[in-house]
């Protein structure tokens, strides 16, 4: 299973963070509008995505601006640094309007 979000395969998108592995990545937070259709509620890096996607700091604007069911996704990202991490983090929110974050 994966979602396309600015040209980057993203794995998912999943029902529960737990789903999400402790890898560096960048990771997406989604509100299924229906079977079909997403909306990107916030966007991030991290060297440890699933960590940082359960004890985040903008729980609360993800669960104000999705009044649907909540999705979680990931793009890793074996490679790269925070910095690289970073800049598709960037590109994502200048392809989106992104409602969660600071960009």
């Known amino acids: 299973m994966s979602i396309k979000i600015a040209g980057y395969e993203f794995e998912g998108p999943y029902s529960s963070a737990s789903s999400l592995e402790d890898r560096s990545g960048v990771y997406a937070i989604l509100c299924k509008k ?25 729980k609360d604007c993800w669960d104000r601006n ?13 490679g790269l640094q ?10 994502i929110c200048g392809t989106y309007d992104v409602p969660c974050g600071e960009y």
Do not use: P
């Open 34 to 58: 229906n079977s079909d259709s997403y909306s990107l509620v916030d966007v991030g890096e991290s060297a440890q995505v699933k960590s940082r996607v359960e004890t985040h700091d903008r």
């Open 66 to 78: 999705c009044t649907a069911t909540l999705a979680y996704a990931a793009y890793y990202t074996a």
């Open 82 to 91: 925070q910095a690289g991490r970073l800049e598709i983090e960037q590109k």
